[in-house]
């Protein structure tokens, strides 16, 4: 990390047009500058940790629309985080409660596993506490194994199920384990599995982070898939960030489209919501592989929406904000007249769905 001395920030500003979080507090301190500004500060020890500046800090999404955006290139989300690993000892209130909880599901290891596997009703109560949402939790359960694909030649796939998939929305892993079996793939499942590490970078807990990704590369070489392939953006543009192959689901029916059994159920039309990981820190387009959908007979339409508000811990942390956005969001498309969405992030699932809208993931509909 440069010093103040290198720091590229000229103060321009242009950051902020991309950046959603003064749309919803559109005051100088909560921008992309102003936190540049603090953390070249912090640098020169012009300034000291403060609540003030944790709060400041933590109001980034780490969504990554900034990105590339800088005429100085200036990488905001890297330096956010080289900040937060200075603050991991100064957090309070909610940011606190993300960092204790993160720590002692890293600590329990095997038995956090086994807590938020078997606890059902303990589980639901846990998870809502936290996301201070009521979900709706389905009963089957990600069950570990290699599944074995039709036909004869077949490529080994691990799937990996990232925590919400893993802990709360099974059936998604399901649907995905069920189309690459009749596609032809074998599917690996393994509880071994720990999280990507996403959520402990974003707090500032890199130890701990540096462990999950050792953990999960070893995991990987012991199995020796041809291909690795997750349904969450997040765990996707970490783990390939850390030099590991994985595809989203996106990507991998855009290479695989001749392959891809697709279910043949495409009455109803639906609308593509672009989860920011996806598009901004992966670089996928939106067409990429809604076209394709559209080619093979899906009822596909395209609208800009916008981040979600839920990012990780930021909607815990955050939760008058993050609430805000995804209402804002859900109007929208409401007021489009829009009932069926369609996404391929978990996160963004929970954020968004409620009574009057129905948001799937894109693995529900193929
Ligand atoms: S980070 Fe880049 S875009 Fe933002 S104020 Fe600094 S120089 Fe301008
Ligand atoms: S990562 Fe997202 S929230 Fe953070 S500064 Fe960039 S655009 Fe804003």
Redesign the pocket.
Known sequence: MPDKKESPCVRCGS?KA?????GFNPVEPF??RA?MVLIDEYKDNKIEISKRVVELIY?????????D?CPSGVD??QN?LWMRKELKDHLYGRALTAMRVLEIFYMSGRMGDIFMRYTGPLKKLFIELLLDKKIKIPKARIKEGIYEGEGKKKKRIFFFTGCLVRYIMHHFGEDLTRLLMRSGFDVIVSHDERCCGAPYESMGLHVEKERLIQFNKDMFSKYNPSEIITLCPTCAMFLRKEGIDILTLNEFIALNQERLIFSKNRDSEFVIHEP?HLR?SLGIDVTLYGDLLKDKGYNVRYMEGG?CGF?GPFAFINKEQGHDMSEKLRNIYIKSGIKNVVTSCPMCILSIKDDDIDVRHIVEVL
């Open positions: 950051c991309h950046c959603p979080f003064p921008s992309p936190w109001s980034c999404l780490l969504c990554d629309a900034c990105k955006r905001i989300r956010i920011c901004y981040c990012a």
